[in-house]
């Protein structure tokens, strides 16, 4: 590191600081400035003194690059303070910042610089009654130097308000200025509203449509609810701003010499004649020559305002709009803004505002201090000639007084809450509770409200409301009237007293719970639930199963079906099995067909002895049939030789032959002894055949 | 004769008095005192029509759909629209199919809305609504016992078909065959639509009675996982000791305090 940097004077407002292996830094001086401190990339601070005899003055409008730009000659700036401090410059960014930062962000701002602007002005409703209000909405969108409209001359502006956004949306920077405008219109029919223009460059670039609004007569309403006493004009005359209307979050620009200048800060005060207790909207605008690179700028000094009561609204951050002022492009910036009460008649100062406006890129800022100056205002008092006998001292503005009731119908002892407001703009804080005068049998006691008053600064000063609430108790039966109640006030732009008043109300009294014209105090709207006029009451109900029907009947349902099928299934298949098995199931049955014969026969034997023997030889037969397939008219000789060649034991083959030689015999010659002996016969024809049976499939019995 | 008549008209006057203080009052029927109730509803004295109709559910043991319904509206007028819910449930429980059950679920969901519109301006945060779930949303349309009822009898057809299938000859076994493998199909989706039917009915439903009533994740949990606000309603899931588990139509499970919910029943308290 170079520990003897050279610094070198380059010209008027600017000058290089060199180390050596590093590249030069190049920076603005526009006023004398005594020491500069560079940091150089990666490397201790390092500090260097250049002297820099150059007048006070602020950059040209450049981008943020180090070439030099043009210069400005010395007397295009008017230095607002000679107490200029010396500044400090560091570079704390090391060089990728420096190179790659500038890149990011001139690609995401790349594309909001092209802004559409757009007007569009809306109604919440498009009829009304007289003394109803609406509520006018106007959008702006886009970039413009200044509006103008909407016309409206049926209408008085009794509330205002405004706001700005700033969205980004997809690299685009949109800007949205809204101003709420609560309209009254003042006679009945198709009431017209005007358009908005919207001005850049002295032409129009956007406009809105006009509206059309049907005002009828209040039915039952006086003919003229808020026509003019004979005295003094009644209707309220429109706000500040509503002959103005700008639909602008600021006031008009600033004069015409303040054109050229790079940089001021304008007190703006309305240019009427402003009187004691108005409230008069004030802003601080510091106006920017449009293109200087401005980072940023802070209040320095705020003004005093001593001998004002002052109301100061909130600053929006991003408050930015383009104006010209004489040709040349500004942009302006609200630093103060608010409303101020005179307490007294007279001239009175408004106290400059100093900021520090800070100008430069990312990598070397610089802050310059602009002041405004003191602004002479003259107040007056209200004059005294048309002062109505019931004026209030401090009540200017434009105002409306309403009245309601939440009820029109009560009992005796019962109560209604009567609730008066006053709106419009001008001084709220003036405006005190109307002396409700209500007929005996009423009785009336203030209710405290305080917390639903709303109030706001905007262009008028003040804007919004006051609420009274009052509790009329109604201590006898009958129909009252709660008369009109007025408001008179002093209307400074058209420096006239005027008067609003309300509609008198009606209020009907009924007697106490046994009678009368009142038969609920409920209002019944607000009964959302019905009731049975008659219920049999004996009617005990049991508590019910969550199931349809017991388990048991389900189960029943569910398993009977299946069993069903399954006894059919089952029957099926057992046919299909007995007919696939049907010779085995002969011969497995042979033997105990055989022996139920056998039974039969030692049961109920035959008269003739004949019949027994031809009975047995018969089961024989039928067994040998069914078991061996041995056809039974063959003689004995081919049974045997039948039977042995299918295995069967030779022993029990001979014990049957025999037997059925018996048979034989006793069927042609039936002897006596023989017939005594058909229980043996019986018995070895049984064990003869169960002999042959277990030889079953070739395993005879041995 | 003057004193004779003075001491027959004092007599007279004591009689007269004795008989009248005597004499029962008249005997107020439940009727009586029902249409007491209704008539201070209709007059807009909602706590007093509350008290009577209470008074006759609780010390009467009156459990009568029409007595629940106006009770529940009594409530919800007075401001408790917990138990007013809870009473629409119970009514809706004790006669289903009553013109009074059908009058206790318009004002619940007349209850709901109101709460749900207070919701909007600023409440609680919660939807307020039946309790509702994919079964619900499914089956909650069924009635249990018509959906049961056509899966048994799709099952029944099943099984006869089967059956003739395996018995008839084979023209027969066509058409059956058929009907079998459309009873089948019907058989799983009517199954699946009575459990689920049946599963919805037998959801037992919890009311939060009291505004703020504390839900904890876990039975032996000490901070409160949400403060449940009035009037919402829930599934119980299950119970342990004083703890309810219930469960929110927001899918959230949690414990709560018995005594801070309300579970709909027709027997008498």
């Given at each position: 590191m170079d520990r003897d940097p050279r610094a070198h004077r380059a010209d008027t407002g600017r000058f290089t600081i060199s180390a050596s292996g590093f590249p030069a830094l190049s920076l603005f001086a526009p006023r004398p400035v005594t020491a500069a401190e560079a940091v150089f990339p990666g490397r201790v601070r390092d500090t260097v003194t250049v002297t820099v005899a150059a007048a006070e003055s602020l950059p040209e409008p450049r981008p943020p690059t180090p070439d030099p730009g043009p210069r400005l000659p010395p007397d295009r700036f008017q230095s607002s303070s000679p107490r200029f401090r010396s500044l400090v410059f560091r570079f704390p960014f090391p060089m990728f910042f420096r190179l790659v930062l500038p890149m990011v962000l001139v690609s995401c701002l790349s594309g909001s610089l092209a802004l559409a602007q757009s007007v569009t002005v809306t109604a919440d409703r498009t009829s009304l009654a007289l003394g109803e209000s609406l509520r006018l909405r106007i959008v702006m969108q886009g970039r413009f130097e200044?509006?103008?409209?909407?016309?409206?001359?049926?209408?008085?502006?009794?509330?205002?308000?405004?706001?700005?956004?700033?969205?980004?949306?997809?690299?685009?920077?949109?800007?949205?200025?809204?101003?709420?405008?609560?309209?009254?219109?003042?006679?009945?029919?198709?009431?017209?509203?005007?358009?908005?223009?919207?001005?850049?460059?002295?032409r129009v670039v956007a406009s809105s449509q006009a509206l059309t609004i049907q005002v009828s007569e209040r039915p039952g309403a006086p003919p003229a609810p808020q026509g003019p006493p004979p005295q003094a004009p009644a209707q309220p005359a429109p706000s500040p701003q509503a002959d103005e209307a700008p639909p602008e979050p600021t006031a008009p620009g600033p004069p015409d010499q303040y054109a050229g200048r790079q940089a001021f800060l304008w007190a703006h005060v309305p240019d009427r004649t402003l009187y004691v207790g108005e409230p008069v909207y004030v802003e601080y605008v510091l106006f920017v020559r449009a293109g200087l690179p401005v980072q940023g700028a802070r209040a320095e000094?705020?003004?005093?305002?001593?001998?004002?009561?002052?109301?100061?609204?909130?600053?929006?951050?991003?408050?930015?709009?383009?104006?010209?002022?004489?040709?040349?492009?500004?942009?302006?910036?609200?630093?103060?803004?608010?409303?101020?009460?005179?307490?007294?008649?007279?001239?009175?100062?408004?106290?400059?505002?100093?900021?520090?406006?800070?100008?430069?890129?990312?990598?070397?800022q610089?802050?310059?201090?602009?002041?405004?100056?003191?602004?002479?205002?003259?107040?007056?008092?209200p004059p005294a000639t048309g002062r109505p006998a019931d004026f209030l001292a401090g009540t200017v503005g434009a105002f409306v007084i309403r009245s309601v009731l939440d009820k029109d119908r009560i009992r005796v002892g019962d109560s209604a809450l009567l609730t008066v407001t006053v709106s419009g703009s001008g001084n709220l804080r003036a405006v005190k509770a109307p002396d409700v005068q209500v007929p005996e049998g009423l009785r009336v006691s203030r209710v405290p409200s305080s917390d639903l008053d709303e109030r706001m600064v905007d262009l008028g000063g003040v804007s919004g409301r006051r609420l009274f609430q009052f509790?009329?108790?109604?201590?006898?039966?009958?129909?009252?009237?709660?008369p009109r109640m007025d408001l008179a006030y002093f209307n400074p732009v058209t420096s006239r007293y005027e008067r609003s008043h309300t509609d008198p109300l009606r209020l009907v009294v009924a007697g106490h719970a046994t009678g009368g014209p009142v038969r609920e105090v409920r209002a019944p709207e607000g009964r959302i639930v019905e009731i049975v006029g008659s219920a049999d009451l004996s009617e005990r109900p049991e508590p019910r199963t969550m199931t349809p029907f017991p388990a048991e009947v389900v189960g029943g349902f569910l398993a009977g079906p299946v069993l069903l099928f399954l006894g059919v299934e089952a029957a099926v298949r057992h046919r299909q099995w007995r007919s696939r098995n049907h010779e085995a199931l002969r011969r497995r049955k042979a033997l105990s067909e055989a022996r139920t014969a056998l039974r039969r026969l030692a049961r109920t034997p035959p008269e003739d002895p004949r019949d027994f023997w031809a009975g047995l030889d018969r089961v024989i037969r039928d067994f040998l049939r069914a078991?061996?397939?041995?056809?039974?008219?063959?003689p004995h000789e081919e049974v045997r030789a039948a039977l042995l060649a299918r295995e069967v034991s030779s022993d029990a083959v001979e014990v049957l032959v025999a037997e059925m030689d018996a048979c034989a015999f006793g069927r042609f010659a039936p002897s006596a002894a023989q017939d005594q002996d058909r229980g043996a016969s019986l018995d070895r024809v049984r064990a003869c055949l169960a002999a042959l049976d277990r030889a079953r499939d070739g395993q005879g019995s041995r | 004769m003057t004193r004779t008549w003075m001491a027959g008209t004092v007599g007279s006057g004591v009689v007269?008095?004795?008989?009248?203080?005597?004499?029962?009052?008249?005997?107020?029927?439940?009727?009586?005192?029902?249409?007491?109730?209704?008539?201070?509803f209709e007059a807009g004295r909602y706590d007093e029509a509350a008290r009577v109709f209470r008074d006759l559910r609780e010390r009467y043991q009156l459990t009568s759909p029409g007595l629940l319904v106006n009770l529940g509206a009594a409530e919800f007028m007075a401001?408790?629209?917990?138990?007013?819910?809870?009473?629409?449930?119970?009514?809706?429980?004790?006669?289903?199919?009553?013109?009074?059950?059908?009058?206790?679920?318009?004002?619940?969901?007349?209850?709901?809305?109101?709460?749900?519109?207070?919701?909007?301006?600023?409440?609680?945060?919660?939807?307020?609504?039946?309790?509702?779930?994919?079964?619900?949303?499914?089956?909650?349309?069924?009635?249990?016992?018509?959906?049961?009822?056509?899966?048994?009898?799709?099952?029944?057809?099943l099984f006869l078909s089967l059956a003739g299938w395996r018995v008839l000859g084979s023209r027969a076994r066509r058409v059956l065959g058929g009907v079998a493998v459309a009873a089948t199909a019907g058989s799983i989706l009517t199954g699946l639509s009575a459990y689920g039917a049946a599963r919805v009915a037998s959801y037992e439903v919890a009311v939060v009675l009291e505004d703020g009533a504390p839900l904890y994740d876990r039975e032996d949990s000490i901070e409160p996982r949400l403060a449940l606000p009035e009037a919402l309603e829930a599934r119980v899931v299950a119970r342990r000791g004083a703890l309810v588990r219930i469960r929110l139509s927001s899918g959230q499970e949690g414990w709560a305090p018995e005594r801070s919910l309300g579970f709909p029943s027709v027997t008498a308290p």
């Open positions: 200044d509006a103008r409209g909407p016309d409206i001359p049926d209408f008085d502006v009794i509330g205002k308000s405004t706001g700005t956004s700033i969205s980004v949306i997809g690299g685009t920077v949109q800007q949205e200025q809204r101003v709420d405008l609560t309209l009254v219109p003042r006679r009945a029919g198709r009431l017209r509203i005007g358009p908005v223009e919207l001005l850049s460059d002295g000094r705020l003004p005093d305002f001593k001998g004002f009561v002052v109301d100061q609204a909130a600053t929006p951050e991003h408050q930015g709009r383009r104006v010209r002022v004489r040709g040349v492009p500004y942009d302006a910036y609200v630093q103060w803004r608010g409303a101020v009460t005179a307490l007294g008649p007279g001239k009175a100062t408004l106290d400059t505002m100093s900021v520090i406006l800070v100008t430069g890129d990312l990598f070397s610089r802050g310059y201090r602009v002041s405004s100056e003191p602004v002479v205002v003259d107040f007056q008092d509790l009329l108790t109604a201590e006898r039966e009958g129909e009252y009237e709660i078991r061996f397939d041995v056809s039974a008219d063959l | 007269l008095a004795v008989l009248w203080m005597t004499t029962p009052p008249r005997a107020e029927t439940l009727d009586d005192r029902f249409r007491a109730g209704t008539a201070a401001g408790r629209p917990g138990v007013a819910l809870l009473r629409f449930h119970e009514a809706v429980l004790a006669d289903p199919d009553s013109r009074a059950a059908d009058m206790a679920r318009v004002n619940a969901e007349r209850v709901r809305a109101a709460l749900n519109e207070r919701r909007g301006e600023g409440g609680t945060g919660y939807v307020f609504g039946p309790y509702h779930d994919a079964w619900t949303a499914l089956f909650g349309w069924m009635p249990p016992r018509g959906a049961l009822l056509t899966f048994l009898a799709s099952w029944t057809l």
